[in-house]
């Protein structure tokens, strides 16, 4: 099995910054694509930004010249670095991942259990 978990939450002022973070363990052969997904009360989960095993990323538009999404493959980690924060950017951040198992398996997809972050002052 693989687990993913997410760290790096908390509490932070509008225009403050987070970094989360995705560690993935367990049965994990490779990594392909991983993304950053957010929910927020009363709102269907979102793409916050993904990145391919190749590093190619994209971000969504509220997010684009803010967030940055980066990756460490010798880790199994994945990272976002959230900058000037807004109260809308408040959410359960959860990170996603497509991991085979051996080099022979398919591809699953995983969802870690998210991080609370909450932007106020």
């Known amino acids: 099995q693989v687990q993913l978990v997410e760290s790096g939450g908390g509490l932070v002022q509008p225009g403050g910054s987070l970094r989360l973070s995705c560690a993935a363990s367990g049965s994990v052969f490779a990594i392909n694509a991983m993304s950053w997904y957010r929910q927020a009360p009363g709102k269907q989960r979102e793409l916050v930004a993904g990145i391919t095993s190749d590093e190619n990323t994209n971000y969504a538009d509220s997010v684009k010249g803010r967030f940055t999404i980066s990756r460490d493959n010798a880790k199994n980690m994945m990272y976002l670095q959230m900058n000037v924060l807004k109260p809308e950017d408040a959410a359960v951040y959860y990170c996603?991942?497509?991991?085979?198992?051996?080099?022979?398996?398919?591809?699953?997809?995983?969802w870690g259990q998210g991080t609370q972050v909450t932007v106020s002052s």
């Open positions: 996603k991942a497509i991991i085979r198992h051996s080099p022979s398996s398919p591809e699953f997809q995983y």
